[in-house]
Structure formats: C-alpha cells, structure tokens
C-alpha cells in the first residue's frame, strides 16, 4: 500500500542533545510537511516542501530544521530540544499545483520525549 | 489571518442521535474546507472537503459562507463514529492547513 511512514514511532532525546526525525512516502507526492501537536491541541504546521522549495511558518523557531533529499524522503531536524519540544510530530504528504488544495496523508506520528 | 474555531472540545451523544459538531472559521477570501477524522489508534486520515459535496460514512458538511461555518452532521450516531474530529481550512493554492483545535466525539451506547 502506497503510504507515509515515519521513522522512529517514539523517539526520547535529552535535553539539549540533537534528535531527527524521519519520513518516507510512496504516494510520489510533490509536497511534504511536518506539524507538531502537543496532547489536547490542534496540529501545527511547522513548514512544508512543495518539491525542493522550503517554505517556513513564521512562528517556527529557528531550533527546527528540515530536509528533503529526494521527493521520498524528509527529515525533521531539532538542534538543541527543550521540554517544550516533546510533542508529537506528524508528517504529512500531499499532491500540488492546480490551484486548489488537495488531501494530505498523514504517517502515524512520532512522540517526541525530552529529558 | 485564517482562523478556525471548533468550540466544543468534547460531545457525548447516544448511539441513534443526531449528532453536529460546529465549525466556523475567519477569511475574508474564498476558504476550502476539510474535515479530518482521528479514530483510535489510527492516523488523522480526511473525511471530507467541501468541495466534492458528498457523503462519507453519512456524514455531511456544508459551507455556509454567511455564517462563515462549515459544520459536520449525521442524522443517526453510530458507535464507530467515536473519534477526534478537526475541521481545517485552506486558501487558494496555498497548500497548507490551519486546524481547529478539534472535538472529541464519544457515541454512547
């Protein structure tokens, strides 16, 4: 089954010590993107690639980074986590062009524990 | 700046009830809406959007734009419908969503 997969399913770094997250798809889709969702609250993107071009949320501190080496993959890069870093994190892929926005497939997440 | 609202974190209702779990949001352009389902255990998958105007698992949803709502109803609540719902909006070609802070929804035999 073609699908979004994130890698690994639970992930606890240390304080301060620098953690990567990643995803895969086999959808071939142009655009990937990565949300952060802490327990009770809304997902919330963080940036998403449209092919090779980046394009950050203004609220997405500088300590988030991310890669996309190849349409399959995109990495989540966290430089130096804080407490406040421990979330889940979703990747999420979708077609692009058109004019219009299209369905995006989320992967199962990855929790992020920080201590 | 876009905005969506869901002001019921949590509904309970009774297996055969109607159940409507409220929407709005704020744009002042022309919004596509989605509602996203999260059952347990299983990723945030799309339900519907409002574009295609269809009924999925007898859930509908229609953009009101005067009222700037796009509220998600079914007549008769079912069990497996107990799940995490968020409504989310995009705008024109921008590719990405803002969510709402979502409802839990738990069908109550």
């Known amino acids: 089954d073609a699908m979004v997969i994130q890698n690994p399913r639970y992930q606890v770094t240390q304080f301060g010590k620098p953690v990567t997250l990643s995803c895969s798809q086999t959808?071939?889709?142009?655009?990937m993107y990565w949300y952060q969702q802490k327990s009770s609250q809304a997902p919330k993107l963080l940036f998403h690639?449209?092919?090779?071009?980046?394009?950050n949320e203004a609220d997405t501190p500088d300590n988030f980074q991310s890669r996309r080496p190849n349409t399959s993959f995109c990495f989540l890069d966290i430089r130096s986590p804080g407490l406040g870093d421990a979330a889940m994190y979703l990747c999420?892929?979708?077609?692009?062009?058109?004019?219009?926005?299209?369905?995006?497939?989320f992967g199962p997440g990855t929790r992020l524990t920080v201590t | 700046a876009q905005r969506v609202t869901q002001p019921e974190k949590l509904l309970s209702v009774f297996k055969g009830a109607p159940v409507e779990l409220k929407c709005n949001y704020s744009?002042?352009?022309?919004?596509?809406l989605f509602w996203y389902v999260q059952y347990s255990r299983q990723r945030l998958q799309l339900l519907l959007r409002?574009?295609s105007r269809e009924s999925i698992k007898g859930f509908t949803a229609d953009l009101n734009k005067g009222e700037t709502s796009f509220h998600l109803k079914k007549p008769f609540a079912q069990e497996e419908d107990s799940a995490m719902y968020y409504c989310?909006?995009?705008?024109?070609?921008?590719?990405?969503?803002?969510f709402g802070q979502g409802t839990r929804l738990t069908i109550n035999p």
């Open positions: 989310a909006l995009s705008y024109q070609g921008a590719q990405k969503l803002v």
């Open positions: 690639y449209y092919d090779k071009d980046f394009n």
């Open positions: 409002h574009i």
């Open positions: 959808l071939n889709h142009n655009v």
């Open positions: 744009y002042s352009g022309s919004p596509e």
């Open positions: 999420a892929t979708s077609r692009g062009g058109g004019g219009t926005s299209y369905e995006q497939y």
